[in-house]
C-alpha cells in the first residue's frame, strides 16, 4: 500500500471538522501521508465532488486512498461504500452520485458496504452526522494501512446497484456544431470547463488557431455569443480578451486572458448550462 490518504468534503476550513478528521486518520497510523483535494466544495453539491475527483484520482499511485464527503443526507438510510477503481485508487464516500464521473470515465472495480455499527470509530456510537469524521475516513485510514481491511468488508454490492449523477454526452449535430455543457469552472479564475473532449473538436475540423463562434444558454436562452480564437494558451490574446483553449483534462475551456469569465459574463455551470461550439 502507498500510505497516501487523501481527503475531499464541503466542510471549509473555518472550524475544526477537518483537522478532527486528520486526528483519526493518525490516531489509526501516525505514519500516513495525508494530503487535501479540496474543502471548498459548494456545499451539498454532489456533481462537484465528482468531479474533482476525476480531475484527481488518476494523477496519484495506485493504492491511494480518497475520502469524499459531501453528504446531504448523513444519517439516512444511504448507504457508506468503498469503491475501488481499475486504476487502483480507493474511494470511501457515501453512496450518492459521487462516484459518477470515476466510473464512467476511468472505471470500478469492486464496491463494498460499510457497517455504519461494527466499522467505526470506537466511541462513536451515538454520533450521526458526522460519518466523515466516525466512519469514512476512521476505514479510509484502515485500507491505506492494510490493503487486507478493504476484503474484510464483508457486503459487496453490484456497481448497477448504485447511485449516479446523469450525465450528459457531448455530440456534433446535423450542421456540424459541437454541443456539451459547462460541468464546472476553474474556481480562482472563472474558467469554464466543458464536457467537450478535444477528440471531439477534432472529428468537428476545429485546430488550434481557428476563429470558431460559441454560443452559451441557460435553459435553452441565449446568454453569451461571441467569435473567438481557439488557442493553444491565454497568452495567444491580448489580456483582457476571450480564448478557447483545451484545459488540463483535454478538454474545451473558454477564458479571459488575465479576468475571470464567469464573474464578467455571469456565466454558471451544471446541466442547464450548454455550449455550442462551431468553427468559422
Request: aromatic content about 10%; cysteine-free.
Amino acid at each position: 500500500m502507498s500510505n497516501f490518504l487523501v481527503l475531499q468534503s464541503d466542510f471549509g476550513l473555518d472550524d475544526g471538522a477537518v483537522a478532527a478528521m486528520r486526528g483519526v486518520a493518525y490516531t489509526v497510523n501516525p505514519g500516513l501521508e495525508i494530503s487535501d483535494l479540496t474543502h471548498g466544495i459548494e456545499p451539498y453539491n454532489i456533481f462537484e465532488g465528482s468531479y474533482r475527483l476525476l480531475q484527481t484520482v488518476q494523477y496519484w499511485p495506485k493504492g491511494t486512498v480518497f475520502v469524499s464527503v459531501v453528504d446531504p443526507g448523513v444519517g439516512s438510510e444511504r448507504r457508506s461504500i468503498v469503491a475501488k477503481l481499475r486504476t487502483g485508487q480507493y474511494i470511501v464516500t457515501p453512496d450518492n452520485g459521487t462516484l459518477t464521473h470515476v466510473d464512467h470515465f476511468l472505471g470500478i472495480e469492486e464496491v463494498r458496504v460499510i457497517n455504519e455499527i461494527k466499522n467505526r470509530l470506537p466511541h462513536s456510537e451515538e454520533s450521526h452526522t458526522f460519518h466523515g469524521r466516525d466512519v469514512y475516513v476512521y476505514n479510509a485510514a484502515k485500507i491505506a494501512t492494510d490493503e487486507d481491511y478493504f476484503y474484510q468488508l464483508e457486503e459487496l454490492i453490484a456497481k448497477e446497484n448504485l447511485e449516479f449523477i446523469e450525465l450528459d454526452e457531448p455530440y456534433i449535430d446535423d450542421e456540424g456544431a459541437v454541443r456539451g455543457m459547462i460541468d464546472i469552472l476553474d474556481i480562482r479564475f472563472g474558467s469554464l470547463w466543458t464536457n467537450i473532449p478535444s477528440s471531439l473538436l477534432r472529428e468537428a475540423g476545429i485546430k488550434p488557431n481557428d476563429t470558431v463562434e460559441i454560443i452559451i444558454r441557460k435553459d435553452g436562452v441565449k446568454q453569451y455569443h461571441n467569435q473567438i480564437l481557439f488557442g493553444t494558451s491565454f497568452a495567444d490574446v491580448p489580456r483582457g480578451e476571450v480564448i478557447g483553449y483545451v484545459n488540463s483534462l483535454i478538454n474545451f475551456g473558454v477564458a479571459i486572458n488575465q479576468n475571470n469569465f464567469s464573474k464578467v459574463y455571469g456565466i454558471g455551470t451544471g446541466r442547464a448550462w450548454t455550449i455550442e461550439v462551431r468553427k468559422k
